[in-house]
């Protein structure tokens, strides 16, 4: 199933309880929302997470168990984990701008940015610069999210779970990052769902924004 717009898709999702453990999410289709992650924005292009994508039955199992037994991350056929850095260093700046080289030359201006991230990132409290990294990798999460329900794949973010005991099943701190968001992929049970026949609630257009013109 691939949806022809956005609105349908968005209409389709919602946040599988119950997932089928016998329709694993296609692969190519997986692929998409993983490249969906890799073009997402962030800030001053750092890129400044990872993602870990799980189908070990025996991983999954460990981290559902520091997520509150929650059922879709073994059910669901493929766990993402979004795992932002632990703090901003100049290797990583450095990998950054050699990445920017790389693909675009040498910019006139593009030391000069860089140096002025250096000067307001580096120095600052690691729990600051790790804040600043997990949003960072919201952002990610939201176009996978979007990717998913182009694609009738479908979707369940958890942020229920022991960051600790999960950095400590996927050995995170050892690569300096710590877990933010995960993401289970799958297909929805429709016989066990008990959310899947309930209506979508959201608030009105009226209610959510605010139009200064």
């Known amino acids: ?19 089928d453990p016998h329709s694993p999410a296609p692969q190519d289709k997986v692929d ?35 997520a509150s037994d929650q059922s879709p991350i073994t059910d669901g056929s493929h766990v993402l984990v ?11 700046i450095d990998e950054v701008v ?12 593009i030391d000069a940015y860089y140096d002025n991230l250096r000067a307001n990132y580096i120095g600052r409290e690691p729990e600051v610069n790790y804040a600043h990294a997990a949003r ?3 952002i990610a999460l939201g176009f996978a999210l979007v990717a998913a329900a182009v694609h009738g794949v ?6 229920g779970f022991d960051p600790d005991q ?11 990052l710590r877990s933010v968001v995960l993401l289970s992929l799958g297909q929805r049970d429709p ?15 009226n209610t959510l924004v605010t139009h200064i013109d």
Do not use: C
């Open 166 to 176: 999960v950095d400590d099943v996927l050995d995170l701190r050892e690569k300096g």
């Open 136 to 138: 960072q990798a919201y």
């Open 1 to 19: 199933m691939t949806h022809s717009s956005i609105t349908e898709a968005m209409q389709w999702r919602y946040a599988a309880k119950a997932m």
């Open 82 to 92: 979004f795992a932002a850095w632990d703090d901003y260093t100049d290797e990583r």
């Open 98 to 109: 050699k990445l920017n080289k790389d693909a675009r030359g040498e910019l006139p201006a």
């Open 32 to 66: 998409a929302i993983v490249e969906a992650v890799r073009m997402a924005p962030t800030s001053s292009g750092t890129q400044p997470f990872e993602l870990f994508v799980i189908t070990n039955g025996e991983t999954k199992r460990r981290i559902r168990a520091a």
């Open 191 to 205: 016989d066990t769902d008990w959310l899947l026949p309930l209506p979508k609630v959201r608030k009105s257009l």
């Open 154 to 159: 479908d979707s369940t973010p958890m942020e």
